[in-house]
Each structure stands twice: as C-alpha cells, then as structure tokens.
C-alpha cells in the first residue's frame, strides 16, 4: 500500500512540476527594440461574395464558411 502512495505522489509531484514549468506568459506579440506598432491594427480579409447568413447550422455556401471558420477560429 505504501508504494501505491509513493508512486501516487511522486506522479502528482510531476504533474504540479510540469504545470509550473511550463506556464508562458500571455503576449499579444513580441516586438523588437526599436520597432513600433501601427496605431490601428485590423485585417482586413476579402470575401467573393456577401454571406446569407452566420447560423452555423445553415451555412450553405463557401462564404458562409469562410466568415464562420474566422469567427471561430480567434
């Protein structure tokens, strides 16, 4: 039964190790010394044609699906 203990703690030592570890700052970007960033930051994305509509259930076109997909992906 000990060793169970051991092993237990020994794993969960690990696992708190690895979280420490391995926690990364959050950055919106990094930027070099001496560069600047723009005052207005957007993208822009162009699209063939207007959207019918951002219900992703009834997406139907390529559109629908390209506008959806960057809404979701960021």
């Excluded at 162009?46 to 951002?54: E, F, G, M, W």
């Excluded at 997406?59 to 960021?74: C, N």
Aim: negative net charge; hydrophobic residues 50%.
């Amino acid at each position: 039964m000990e060793i169970y203990m051991l092993r237990y703690k020994t794993a969960l030592a690990i696992f708190f190790f690895n979280c420490i570890v391995n926690i990364k700052p959050a950055v919106a970007a990094l930027v070099a010394r001496g560069d600047s960033l723009a005052e207005k930051q957007e993208v822009v994305r162009q699209i063939n044609a207007d959207p019918t509509s951002l219900d992703p259930i009834s997406e139907i076109g390529l559109a629908e699906a390209h506008v959806i997909r960057d809404l979701f992906e960021g």
